[in-house]
């Protein structure tokens, strides 16, 4: 059992301060007890773990009184008022024991299901003879206007810091725990009066401990007294059942709108217990992500406000209860997940990219056939070789998209094809060299002939005056042109030893490779 139900108090002794409190209480009971009938219901209203359900527990606890409660989780309509409260209001229980009726979070009133709920309570309040306790967070909520007139407000103000150190001091040593008291009374102040968080952050920092808690531990709890606590108002959204209280939350945060849905969408399985509300909350975070994605892609920032709502209300007014327990809430694993993919992902994009410009296609899409790849290079060697230098892959790339033994596999193939095709190349270079020798001292043979007999003229082919030159020229053309293609094409052939860069890559298609 969490250490805030373990340790509620059961008597009003063990309810640290809130002593004035405790005398008006006492009072209204004993006058109760003394005159019998009509009494008028207190309403208790304090902020958030101020106290104010225990108090009128330990009250009732105190004076034997059975309780019947009707929390924020039942319904509240006229009809559950009136056959509850109502009959309770003017009886006494199966036991005969007199009865205390509980009416917890008033100001959570709301909706179609609570219709007619106010009114009925008014009525009851009216004529009720047993004594009824009310709680409210805020009173003065315009729904409790009217309500405000037949009962008697209390205010119940958050537990002052100097009662909070003996309670976890006392909480700490039953549960066998050493703590230093500095880091005790760190933990009151940074409650800020709320003693349901002070004891929930006593049990986080304790459980499981071996050694002693010092004041350090206590450091690295959120900051509670900074508005804008992000572990707070995902607290506050999945614990109240309040419309208002739950849309608040995220007014004064310092985190961006997105982040507090991701810790919303982690934590809702944590606190909620019922598929349906599991599935409902979800439900309104779907719906609230449809408005924030419509205001960061169209600058509709008017919608913000519906996004909000449907996350934060949403959310809170999924449950049917609101469950009291303490639960460790924990940050949205999708950061973590997305930092520890980030390399992954960056390298995903970065194959998609190069395969979307040869295809003409965009990352994205080529993201989706990219887990084609795998299957290929796993299944056909030769297709993959195909598409590897299509693509201009790279081993790292290859491994990447599948596996080392299979990158290593084609890899090693592909050497190999180039070694072949490096040797083919030499011996046709060799041949197309020895076929131009022959050509070329066949010419030379002519030339010297000629010149020989043209010495006369003085000429020589280097100077361009051979006389070969005006009695054939369109053969010494013909030579040069030989000479000179064989040239361009050997050092051509040098310069692509890459067969690939060779691909008339315009013209190749996705179906060359099938
Ligand atoms: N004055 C107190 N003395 C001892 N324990 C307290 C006191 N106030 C609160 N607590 C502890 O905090 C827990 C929550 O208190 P409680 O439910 O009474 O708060 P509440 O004011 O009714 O809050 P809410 O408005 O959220 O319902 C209790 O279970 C109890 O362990």
Known sequence: MEWVEKYRPKSMNDVAGQNKIKEELTNWIEEYLQNGGYHKPLLLAGPPGCGKTTLAYALANDYNFEVIELNASDKRNKNVIQQVVGTAAVSKSLSGRRSLIILDEVDGLSGNEDRGGVSEIIKVAKTAKNPIILTANDPYKLNLSSLRNSVHLVNVNSVHTNSIPPVLRRIALQEGYEVDPKAIKMIASHASGDLRAAINDLESL????????????????????????????????????????????????????????????????????????????????????IYLGRVYRRQHFGFWKYASALMTAGVALSKDEKYRGFIRYSPPTIFTKLSRSKVHRQKTKAVALKIGQKVHLSSKRAMEYMRLLPLIFENDIDASIGLIEYFELTRDEVEFLSKKTIATKIFKQIQKDEKEQAKARKKELKEMKKSNKESNGESKTTTKTKSKKDKSSNSSKENGNSLEKFLNPTKVKKEIEIEVETEVEIEKKEDNSDNLKNMPKSQITLDNFF
């Open 206 to 289: 304790l459980i499981g401990r071996t050694t002693p808690m010092e004041t350090e531990d206590v450091r690295n709890l959120a900051d509670r007294d900074s508005k804008g606590n992000i572990f707070d108002a995902v607290r506050i959204a999945l614990k109240t059942t309040h419309y208002d209280i739950a849309v608040s939350t995220s007014r004064d945060l310092k985190e961006d709108i997105g982040t507090v849905q991701e810790w919303l969408a982690e934590n809702i399985p944590r606190e909620y217990q019922k598929p349906h509300e599991i599935a409902k909350a979800y439900d309104y975070i779907s719906k609230s992500d």
